[in-house]
Nanobody, 126 residues
Framework: QVQLVESGGGLVQPGGSLRLSCAASGFTLDYYGIGWFRQAPGKEREGVSCIRSVGSTYYSDSVKGRFTISRDNAKNTVYLQMNSLKPEDTAVYYC????????????????????WGQGTQVTVSS
């Protein structure tokens, strides 16, 4: 069974940090690009950060310089390190995987990803 499971969300104060994890099972991430997406109430789902391969990453303008995406293929796990968190970062965060060679390098598009996790809630509030 193909599955992606997010963890690491929670409540954090503005300026704080969280690291989200996405563990894959039923398949290996070696040949897949990975994306992190988020959706806040009343807003469209947006691509936050995607990694197609080493050296080929994307970050939305709102998170550049604050978030870092990484992957550990040996552990079949993807991470999103989130620093200097702001209240506007509050959302449900989803990880996703798609065929690496089909994923854009200059944007994160939901249609390019085949497998999705159930999401983890991130709340930034004092």
């Amino acid at each position: 069974q193909v599955q992606l499971v997010e963890s690491g969300g929670g409540l954090v104060q503005p300026g704080g940090s969280l690291r989200l994890s996405c563990a894959a099972s039923g398949f290996t991430l070696d040949y897949y690009g990975i994306g992190w997406f988020r959706q806040a109430p009343g807003k469209e789902r947006e691509g936050v950060s995607c990694i197609r391969s080493v050296g080929s990453t994307y970050y939305s303008d709102s998170v550049k310089g604050r978030f870092t995406i990484s992957r550990d293929n040996a552990k079949n796990t993807v991470y999103l390190q989130m620093n200097s968190l702001k209240p506007e970062d509050t959302a449900v965060y989803y990880c996703a995987a798609g065929i690496a060679r089909l994923i854009s390098t200059r944007q994160c598009l939901t249609r390019e990803f085949n497998y999705w996790g159930q999401g983890t809630q991130v709340t930034v509030s004092s």
